[in-house]
């Protein structure tokens, strides 16, 4: 098992980039089309993360410590395109840590993407979360980060 770390100062205060995280509207504004977030321990980790595709990635919230720590379980919902890929990450069996340090007037948003089970699963989430991660720095800081970048795939 193979796992991605990702670092990123946002201009924004801690309690403000965790409600990114566990509010589904504001989730949506920087990763996904659509969200459904139970943002307690136990609680349903579901984001549509494309348009026409319709690619789900699922879990479940494991530990929510506001304003500084959030962790859920990751996979993707069984699609055809993805389980016959390098990129195939069942429901549940990866695990994705979000920290969150206070920074001056900002924070200082650390991930840990864990259990991914081959190096093309890390290139891909690495790539994705990355690219999201502009996005959430943009909405958090007050900006509009646009339309989704992935609506028609």
Same mark, same amino acid.
């Given at each position: 098992m193979t796992a991605i770390e990702l670092e990123r100062r946002i201009a924004a205060p801690p309690d403000i980039v965790f409600a990114y995280f566990t509010?589904?509207?504001r989730y949506r504004l920087w990763q996904g089309v659509d969200a459904d977030l139970d943002?307690? /321990?136990g609680g349903l980790f579901r984001v549509r993360?494309?348009?026409k595709s319709r690619h789900i990635a699922t879990g479940e919230y494991v530990e @929510?410590? /506001?304003p500084t720590r959030v962790v859920f379980t990751w996979g993707w919902?069984?699609?055809e395109s993805l389980l016959d890929d390098q990129i195939a @990450?069942? /429901?549940g069996t990866s695990t994705v840590e979000v920290t969150l340090v206070p920074d001056g007037q900002g924070t200082l948003l650390r991930l840990r993407h864990s259990g991914l089970p081959t190096d093309g699963a890390c290139r891909f989430h690495d790539w994705g979360w990355d690219t999201t991660f502009g996005r959430l720095a943009v909405v958090a800081?007050?900006?509009d980060p646009g339309p989704s970048p992935f609506p028609d795939l």
């Open positions: 509010d589904a509207e943002a307690r /321990p993360m494309t348009g @929510v410590d /506001p919902e069984p699609d @990450v069942p /429901p800081e007050g900006g």
